[in-house]
């Protein structure tokens, strides 16, 4: 079915999109998988091209343009080249809510220029060595004296890690008011007590920097307080967390597409017992079946994006676009896998790669059992 999602604006910001992942990133990415890390000159060349902090007000360097579909274009292209180290999606889809809607003035014109042009490359501390989809049971504190917080604690699996300038933690401000003493502190590279442990080695995406992050009586301005009030984070975060479940779904299916498109291919060229293998019924069934599941899912995304755009995308929504995409995602590149055969083991096939960078994200942005339950209680039982 024809998708009709995009206007003329959006194809053509995928043209330059396209040309830049050609140009700056495929050559290199391989290398980056070796060194663990992608290079900052990255993001800035990325922030001259204007891929960054679309949502961010022209006078702060942005694009002063609320339109997730420019965020989803470039989570397209950057999963078609399979380029997993760039936290571009990080940045962009998740902490630009937080960074653009949760500021006050001074701190729009303190970060924001930054953001917009790549130069201040951000993360999120949300999960910690004993918590993860449970944001309740975060340990990491911060004590308010005069006119700082004095921070302590841990977090760990940080996408961006190393690379980040700013890094916003949740932390409690009063442990003992449950979901209302938690809040949203910015903690900056270079203050002191602030230390990145270990580039963290994963099973997959390999290039993207995911660390673990310490704070040892780190004094934090509490000008660097989000939303300018107390007590708030576990709501801003619940409030942007839709946004970023969308962003992972855009990326399943996105990884699903590209990977079932190589695979038919592979099919179609490939021969055993002296024809094609996509002449063997039961590879043809497999891949009507993979097409027919990724297609329906691209439109419920797609779909999830109009409603994100015009403010209504719900909570709801948004978990059973990522649970059921992201399964999806795992399942597709699997099966493309087994139709590679042995080749589909050997790294030099995209294939392979895929599968190994597919699999955390029925983890991150919430398991499927967490997306579950949300949905489950959505029934009132």
Same mark, same amino acid.
């Given at each position: 079915m024809r998708r009709d999602l995009f206007d003329e604006e959006h194809d053509l910001f995928r043209e330059t999109v396209r040309e830049f992942m050609a140009r700056? %990133?495929?050559?290199?990415?391989?290398q980056w998988? #070796?060194? !663990?890390?992608?290079p900052r000159e990255v993001w800035k060349k990325a922030g001259e091209l204007g891929m960054f =902090?679309?949502? $961010?007000?022209?006078? /702060? !360097?942005?694009?002063?343009?609320?339109?997730?579909? /420019?965020?989803?274009?470039? %989570?397209?292209? &950057?999963?078609? %080249?399979?380029?997993? !180290?760039? !936290?571009?999606?990080?940045? *962009?889809?998740i902490m630009a809510p937080y960074m653009v809607d949760l500021t006050d003035d001074e701190q729009k014109q303190r970060w924001l220029p930054g953001f917009a042009s790549g130069e201040l490359i951000t993360?999120?501390?949300?999960?910690?060595?004993?918590?993860?989809?449970?944001?309740?049971?975060?340990?990491?504190?911060? %004590?308010?004296?005069?006119?700082h917080y004095v921070v302590n604690g841990q977090k760990t699996f940080i996408t961006n890690g190393i690379n980040s300038d700013l890094v916003v933690v949740v932390a409690k401000t009063d442990p003992s008011a449950g979901a209302r003493g938690t809040s949203l502190l910015v903690v900056e590279r270079g203050m002191e007590g602030f230390t990145r442990g270990r580039n963290l080695? #994963? $099973? =997959?995406?390999?290039?993207?920097?995911?660390?673990?992050?310490?704070?040892? *009586? $780190?004094? $934090?301005? &509490?000008?660097?307080?989000?939303?300018?009030?107390?007590?708030?984070?576990?709501?801003?975060?619940?409030?942007?967390l839709p946004q970023e479940r969308l962003s992972i779904a855009v990326a399943a299916v996105a990884a699903a597409e590209t990977v079932l498109e190589e695979t038919i291919e592979y099919c179609r060229n490939r021969t055993a017992f002296g024809r094609s293998i996509g002449k063997f019924q039961n590879t043809r069934f497999l891949l009507a079946e993979l097409a027919t599941e990724v297609e329906i899912a691209r439109h419920y995304v797609d779909k999830c994006v109009r409603a994100l755009n015009a403010k209504e995308l719900t909570a709801v929504d948004a978990a059973k676009a990522k649970w059921w995409t992201t399964e999806l995602q795992n399942k597709v590149i699997d099966r493309c896998v087994q139709l590679h055969g042995g080749y589909g083991y050997m790294l030099e096939y995209p294939v392979a790669k895929a599968w190994l960078d597919s699999r955390v994200q029925t983890i991150y942005g919430g398991t499927t059992e967490i997306m579950k339950e949300i949905i489950g209680r959505s029934f009132g039982f």
């Amino acid at each position: 079915m024809r998708r009709d999602l995009f206007d003329e604006e959006h194809d053509l910001f995928r043209e330059t999109v396209r040309e830049f992942m050609a140009r700056e %990133v495929v050559p290199h990415h391989a290398q980056w998988e #070796k060194d !663990g890390i992608v290079p900052r000159e990255v993001w800035k060349k990325a922030g001259e091209l204007g891929m960054f =902090g679309f949502s $961010v007000p022209e006078e /702060y !360097g942005g694009s002063g343009i609320t339109d997730f579909r /420019y965020n989803m274009v470039i %989570v397209e292209e &950057v999963i078609r %080249v399979g380029a997993s !180290g760039l !936290g571009f999606g990080l940045h *962009n889809d998740i902490m630009a809510p937080y960074m653009v809607d949760l500021t006050d003035d001074e701190q729009k014109q303190r970060w924001l220029p930054g953001f917009a042009s790549g130069e201040l490359i951000t993360a999120i501390g949300m999960t910690e060595p004993g918590a993860g989809s449970d944001l309740q049971g975060i340990r990491t504190t911060a %004590v308010r004296e005069g006119d700082h917080y004095v921070v302590n604690g841990q977090k760990t699996f940080i996408t961006n890690g190393i690379n980040s300038d700013l890094v916003v933690v949740v932390a409690k401000t009063d442990p003992s008011a449950g979901a209302r003493g938690t809040s949203l502190l910015v903690v900056e590279r270079g203050m002191e007590g602030f230390t990145r442990g270990r580039n963290l080695e #994963k $099973v =997959g995406m390999h290039a993207q920097d995911t660390a673990e992050l310490f704070f040892d *009586n $780190v004094r $934090v301005p &509490v000008a660097n307080l989000l939303g300018g009030e107390e007590g708030q984070g576990f709501f801003q975060l619940m409030n942007n967390l839709p946004q970023e479940r969308l962003s992972i779904a855009v990326a399943a299916v996105a990884a699903a597409e590209t990977v079932l498109e190589e695979t038919i291919e592979y099919c179609r060229n490939r021969t055993a017992f002296g024809r094609s293998i996509g002449k063997f019924q039961n590879t043809r069934f497999l891949l009507a079946e993979l097409a027919t599941e990724v297609e329906i899912a691209r439109h419920y995304v797609d779909k999830c994006v109009r409603a994100l755009n015009a403010k209504e995308l719900t909570a709801v929504d948004a978990a059973k676009a990522k649970w059921w995409t992201t399964e999806l995602q795992n399942k597709v590149i699997d099966r493309c896998v087994q139709l590679h055969g042995g080749y589909g083991y050997m790294l030099e096939y995209p294939v392979a790669k895929a599968w190994l960078d597919s699999r955390v994200q029925t983890i991150y942005g919430g398991t499927t059992e967490i997306m579950k339950e949300i949905i489950g209680r959505s029934f009132g039982f």
